[in-house]
């Protein structure tokens, strides 16, 4: 089977870390006989779950009325998504083909899990005072970076929203997750230059990038940071069940 691994971005392009959180497979559709395309049609069995095995990989089988097979991991648990009628045999396949993927993928989840574990969910009380924290500290970084870079810009807000760490709108509005107060300063100042450079380039071109490198020459070790320990700073959020709401910090 040619399978195209398919990042799932789960925010916009103004995403710092714009890799899967979960990670997602997709396949090509099952293959089926005319008469398994017509049954699928009238069966009004809408989902079903199991538990499968395959190449030592224990996984959760849900089927429904979908068209391809997929799997994401999730805390540590292989999903595998199915039509109804998909064969046994095809989702072994499927998995044997992403055997590699699912095991640095699974292994990865449950450190994230495991840490997510040990150092506990975020409160509202966290957030409340990391958005306070970062609306007295973020402003003043994002002041600094402009004067240098020559640019000026418009609200910024803090948010606490799962999937982004900053964002940049066309008419120069800025927001950054508070999380970003739990990261290096280094960090933080990596996403403040990312989001002012879309002042100058609103796109992810190699022109863009020659900006970010321009004024922030560590970006690269900055972008591996957050990838390789964001997704347990948002999984520290979301378990803490913290809502989006905005923060207006400042402006100028
Ligand atoms: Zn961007």
New binding site residues.
């Given amino acids: 089977m040619n399978i195209a691994p398919a990042v799932f971005i789960y925010a916009d392009?103004?995403?710092?870390q714009q890799e899967a959180i979960p990670d997602i497979i997709r396949g090509r559709p099952c293959q089926r006989n005319a008469v398994n395309r017509y049954m699928i049609r009238k069966n009004t069995e809408k989902k079903t779950e199991n538990k499968g095995a395959a190449e030592g990989i224990t996984y959760r089988l849900v089927r429904s009325r979908r068209r391809t097979l997929a799997m994401e991991i999730r805390d540590g648990e292989l999903i595998v998504r199915a039509p109804l009628r998909c064969s046994g045999q095809d989702i072994c396949s499927f998995i044997k083909a992403h055997r590699s993927w699912i095991l640095k993928h699974m292994s990865r989840s449950e450190a994230c899990r495991d840490a997510v574990q040990e150092y506990g969910a975020l409160t509202e009380a966290d957030i409340k005072r990391l958005k306070d924290e970062a609306g007295n500290v973020i402003p003043e970084r994002v002041r600094h970076y402009a004067d240098i870079m020559g640019v000026s810009y418009g609200r910024i807000s803090i948010r606490s929203q799962s999937g982004r760490w900053g964002s940049c709108s066309a008419k120069g509005s800025l927001s950054f997750n508070c999380l970003l107060m739990m990261t290096p300063p280094e960090v933080l100042d990596s996403v403040v230059v990312?989001?002012l450079c879309?002042l100058k380039e609103m796109n992810?071109s190699d022109r863009f990038y020659r900006e970010v490198l321009k004024y922030y020459p560590d970006y690269h070790a900055c972008h591996r940071w957050l990838k390789e320990n964001g997704e347990v700073l948002i999984k520290r959020m979301k378990a803490g069940k913290s809502t989006n709401q905005e923060n207006i910090a400042g402006n100028r």
């Fill in positions: 392009s103004h995403n710092v990312h989001e879309h992810h």
